[in-house]
C-alpha cells in the first residue's frame, strides 16, 4: 500500500528541506536565514538567533513550500494561522480563481449577539443555582453530600459530551495529573467550603464576603509570588473591606461558621489561580493543542470529585443514613428531591463552563466587569426570592463593597491590557524575543520529534505489508499511522506559517521602532537648530 506520505517518509536521512520565510525578510536586521538558494547542511532558517529543526515531509522544493504556506509577500498584518489558511486558497491551486465565498451568517456579521447570549445565559444559570442551591439547603443542610453531587452531576455531562464527541477528549497522562492534581484540591475545597457557608448564611452575605477574593488574590501575588502590586490596586481594595466589615458587623444572619467558611473559599480559589497560572504556561510551552477549557474544566471537575466525596462520607455519612435523606424526601417528596439534586449539578457546571466560554469571547475588563454585574444580580435575586431583611448598614456596606471590587477590576484590566500591549514593544526595542517565540521553538522541536518518530512506524508497517501474507489487520494499523502522518504534517504546515507570521510581526514592530527613534531624533536636532538660529539672530541686537 502506497501513498504520497510513505514516498516522503523515505527522504528522513538526507535533503530534507527547511521551513523559509519570505525573500522580503531577508534584510531583516535579525539573523532568519537567507531569502533564497538553496540551504546548506549547516544551518536552516534562525528565529530570534535559534535554529529551527528540519521540517519534515514539506514539499521537496523551495518554492513548493512557500506556495503552500500560502503566505503573500505583501501581507503584513498578524493572522491566525488556520484563519489565513481559510480564507484563501493555496498559492499555485486550480481553483483559487473560481473559489466563491461563502456567506457570512447572522452570528458572524454581529458577533455580539452571541456575546450577549453567552452573557445572559451566565447570568442566568448563576442566579437559578444560587436560588435552587439555598432552596435545598433549607431542607437539607447537608453541603458536603451536595457539592459531590454539584461536581458529579458535572462529571457525568462531561463523560457522555466525551463519548458523544462533543468536545473530542484530550489523553491524559500521569505529568498532566500531577500538574491539575494542585489546581483539582483547591477547587475542591473552595467548592466545598463555600456550600457549608452557603447552608449556614444568608446567599447575599456569602457573596459579600466572597468580594474578598480579589482582595487575597492581590496579597498572595504580592507576598507569594513576589509580584509588584501598584499602588492604585491596593487603595482600590480598601473600600472592598471597609464595605465587607460594615455588611459583617450588622448581618442578622451572620455566625461564624458562614464567615470563616467563605474566607477559607477566598483562599483555596486565591491558591487555585495561581496553581492554574503555572500550569497554562506549562500546557503552552508543551503545546497540548487538544487540552482546550472545556477538556480542562472536565478533568479538574472529575479529580475535585475524587477529592470531595471522602470528607461527605465520613462527616455526613451516618446522619445521611440514618435520617438525612428520610427527613428530605418526607418535606418534598422523592422525585422532587432527585429532581432539586440533578438540576442544581448541571446549574453549577453550566454556569461554570459558560463563565470560561464567556471570557475567551472577550476582553478581560469586559469579563471583570460582568463578573462584578453577577454577583449584583445574585445578591439582588437572592435577597428578592428568600425574602431576607438586611440592616441598612449591610445593605450600604455590600453595595461599598460590591463598588470597590468594580474599581479594582476595571484597574487591574486596565494595567494588564497596557503591560501586554508594552512588554512586546519593549522587547522590540532591547532586541529580545516576543513573548510568544519561546513557545514557538518549543513546539516546532516537539512536532518534529512527533513527525520523525511516526514516519519511522509509517516505514516499518510499510515494509509488514510487503508481505504477501499480510493481515487485514496490519493493512489497518498501517492506514491509521498514515493518517496521523498526514495530521502531523498538516500541523507542522501550520506551524510554518506562524513562524513566518511570527518573523514579519518581529520586523515591523521593529521598523515601526526605528522610525520612530529617527523621527524624534529629526525633530531634536531641528528644534536645536532653531534654537542657535533664533540666539544668533539675537545677538547682533543685543551687541547694539
Known sequence: ????????????????????????????????????????????????????????????????????????????????????????????????????????????????????????MWYFLNVIFNILNKKIYNYFPYPYFVSVIHLGVGVVYCLVSWTVGLPKRAPMDSNLFKLLLPVAVCHALGHVTSNVSFAAVAVSFTHTIKALEPFFNAAASQFILGQQIPLTLWLSLAPVV??????????????????????????????????????????????????????????????????????????????????????????????????????????????????????????????????????????????????????????????????????????????????????????????APLEDAPYLTHRYDRLCQEVETQAIEVIKRQSKCKDPSTSAEISTKLQNVERKLNELRSALLDLGREAITAMLSVEDQRQRITFQKLLTMVFSEAKENFKFLWSASESPAEGG
Open 1 to 120: 500500500m502506497e501513498s504520497r506520505v510513505l514516498s516522503g517518509a523515505t527522504t528522513i536521512s538526507a535533503g530534507i528541506p527547511r521551513l523559509r520565510q519570505p525573500a522580503r525578510l531577508s534584510s531583516a536586521c535579525f539573523p532568519i536565514g537567507s531569502g533564497s538558494g538553496a540551504v546548506d547542511g549547516s544551518g536552516g532558517n534562525l528565529i530570534w538567533g535559534r535554529q529551527l529543526r528540519p521540517a519534515i515531509l514539506l514539499e521537496s522544493s523551495s518554492s513548493s513550500a512557500a506556495a503552500a504556506l500560502n503566505f503573500p509577500a505583501t501581507k503584513r498584518e498578524v493572522v491566525k494561522p488556520s484563519r489565513a489558511a481559510a480564507s484563501s486558497p493555496a498559492a499555485g491551486s486550480d481553483s483559487g480563481g473560481d473559489a466563491k465565498i461563502a456567506p457570512v451568517g447572522l452570528l458572524e456579521k454581529y458577533p455580539a449577539i452571541t456575546t450577549g447570549f453567552f452573557f445572559f
Open 242 to 431: 471597609l464595605g465587607v466589615s460594615m455588611a459583617s458587623l450588622t448581618e442578622l444572619s451572620f455566625n461564624w461558621l458562614g464567615f470563616i467558611s467563605a474566607m477559607i473559599s477566598n483562599i483555596s480559589f486565591t491558591y487555585r489561580s495561581i496553581y492554574s497560572k503555572k500550569a497554562m504556561v506549562i500546557l503552552t510551552i508543551l503545546w497540548i493543542t487538544d487540552m482546550d477549557s472545556t477538556n480542562l474544566y472536565a478533568y479538574i471537575s472529575i479529580i475535585a470529585l475524587v477529592v470531595c466525596i471522602p470528607p461527605a462520607i465520613i462527616l455526613e455519612g451516618p446522619k445521611l443514613m440514618k435520617h438525612g435523606f428520610s427527613d428530605a424526601i418526607a418535606k418534598v417528596g422523592l422525585t422532587k428531591f432527585i429532581s432539586d439534586l440533578f438540576w442544581v449539578g448541571m446549574f453549577y457546571h453550566l454556569y461554570n463552563q459558560l463563565a470560561t466560554n464567556t471570557l475567551e469571547r472577550v476582553a478581560p475588563l469586559t469579563h471583570a466587569v460582568g463578573n462584578v454585574l453577577k454577583r449584583v444580580f445574585v445578591i439582588g435575586f437572592s435577597i428578592i426570592v428568600f425574602g431576607n431583611k438586611i440592616s441598612t448598614q449591610t445593605g450600604i456596606g455590600t453595595c461599598i463593597a460590591i463598588a470597590g471590587v468594580a474599581i479594582y477590576s476595571f484597574i487591574k484590566a486596565k494595567l494588564e491590557e497596557e503591560k501586554r500591549i508594552s512588554e512586546p514593544l519593549q522587547a522590540s526595542i532591547t532586541g
